[in-house]
């Protein structure tokens, strides 16, 4: 298990606003050069219109986490996505949005599952948390709150990340209402 600091994130900027790289794998690629397997992020979409990065053979998961926003995809395809509300979407599809908001994203090849749960602990209530039999990686995102286990503290945007070779299982304690987003990767 990896507790990953908001200093341990990248951000930069993107004709939206800006975007900031929770992780991405492997770990060594450069996000630039779309040659990644999986990257999740965080975006601060800062105008009111926005025109959305192109992704050729990926598959894109979105929620915004603030503000209902709404979505065009190729010209035609229109909805609202209101907070912590998952939308999936091809990357290839020419994407833009009227609204500003801070959205959670995951991007990754068709040949990976991947998959977003938003979940909400009110304070005291245990969380396990343990990777699925067939899951390669999974990052839980803390977007609100604080969770302790014996002797670890996490913050409100810091991520917990269980790879494939972490065996065991951690359990953790909201410490106030929290809302977790929890990204799984399986091949």
Known sequence: ????????????????????????????????????????????????????????DYKRLILTLDRTIRLRHNGGIEMELNPLQIHNFDGNWVTSSEG???????????????????????????????????????????Y????NSDDILVAEEESIILKEDDKENYEFVAVEDSILISVHISS
């Open 144 to 147: 609100k709150g604080i969770l």
């Open 1 to 56: 298990m990896k507790i990953l600091k908001s200093s341990d994130y990248q951000t930069s900027i993107w004709t939206g606003g800006t975007t900031t790289q929770l992780y991405i794998f492997p770990e060594n690629e450069m996000f630039a050069d779309k040659t990644f397997l999986f990257r999740i992020s965080s975006a601060k979409i800062e105008m009111e219109h926005s025109d959305f990065s192109q992704f050729t």
């Open 100 to 142: 500003k908001c801070r959205d959670f994203n995951l991007i990754f090849r068709p040949e990976l599952s991947g998959n977003i749960e938003v979940i909400h602990l009110k304070k005291n209530k245990k969380y396990l948390f343990c990777r699925a039999q067939d899951e390669q990686f999974r990052l839980t995102f803390l």
